[in-house]
């Protein structure tokens, strides 16, 4: 019996669907060679989309080798205000190809990544603390950067990453339909591949001690709380993948966060969203250069 059953979790492919079925099955001989295999399957991408068609014209496309990897790195405009936009889990950075040319046109210069298992990167898998690396390494080497937006696991990543690095903590960042706690991503993936309480226990201890860190402390709330610059919380209130209700969550520890709710968009078309997109740079526009105030003004749309 899986604990706490949630409807979070999407089985969402004959890929994912497989996995599942052949999980159950281990699990049955197995539990812990299915837990071992539950995390490999947690942290790697299964979906690529290879074909940048939907870029736009113009965009430039390069290769940077970080972590051992052959990571793709996409800009577009000649500004030295630069937007950085990092995708979510099984995307890719032609997620964002509505957002380019209207970034571009505002004065900003574009920079977008494929992480590593997406689009065109190396095979890989992936969790947040890697993200934030590349996060910090793409800051670096193409900053400076004056606004992260990140979508879904990109947005939950971009968080970890500003509350971890120094470098990081003055730049607006606007988060897309992000969970709000690893913990209950665990916990839904472990539910939907029908793993026992002991099982989902053996995960999180695992990574734990892994990576040296607490599950616990993997809150895009935590994360934003003490972030110095100026927050965008956007998610729509018909998200099937992430629902509505951590916006809640996020709320209870993040007062000073900014909220943009949408309703209709679902998790994804809210990427193209012509209304989004231009309050999305708005906020980047009004706090261009902004350093440690955070604006506390919430925006709303029904």
Known sequence: ??????KDFVVKSKTHKFIKTGLNVISNIHPIAAANLGLHAFTTPLKRRKKNHLLPKGI??????????????????????????????????????HFFNACV?????????????????????????????IIK??????????????????????GFAISQYKELKNIPFVSIGSPNKLSKVL????????FSPLQNEYIFTKLEKKHNIRIKDFELGKFVSIHAAPVLIVHDKQDKQVPIKVIDEIK???????????????????????????????????????????????????
């Open 60 to 97: 430039q496309q390069n290769y940077i080798k970080l972590m051992g990897k052959k990571i793709a790195v996409y800009s577009l405009g000649q500004s030295t205000q630069t937007v950085l936009f990092v995708h979510g889990w099984e995307g890719a950075a032609s997620d964002f190809t």
């Open 137 to 158: 390494n793409l800051s670096s080497s193409f900053g400076p950067i004056k606004a992260i937006i990140g979508h879904s696991f990109g947005a939950f990543s971009s």
């Open 187 to 194: 916990t839904n993936f472990s539910n939907a591949v029908g």
């Open 1 to 6: 019996m899986a604990a706490n059953k949630e």
């Open 252 to 302: 209870n520890i993040s007062a000073s966060a900014n909220f943009l709710l949408t309703d209709g968009l679902g998790h994804n078309r809210i990427l193209k969203d012509k209304n989004t997109i231009d309050s999305i740079i708005k906020f980047i526009e009004m706090n261009k250069g902004s350093d440690n105030e955070s604006s506390t003004t919430q925006q709303r749309r029904a």
């Open 105 to 133: 046109d505002k004065g900003y210069r574009v920079l977008a990544v494929d992480l590593p298992g997406h689009g065109l990167s190396s095979l890989s898998q992936l969790t947040a603390i890697d993200t934030a690396k």
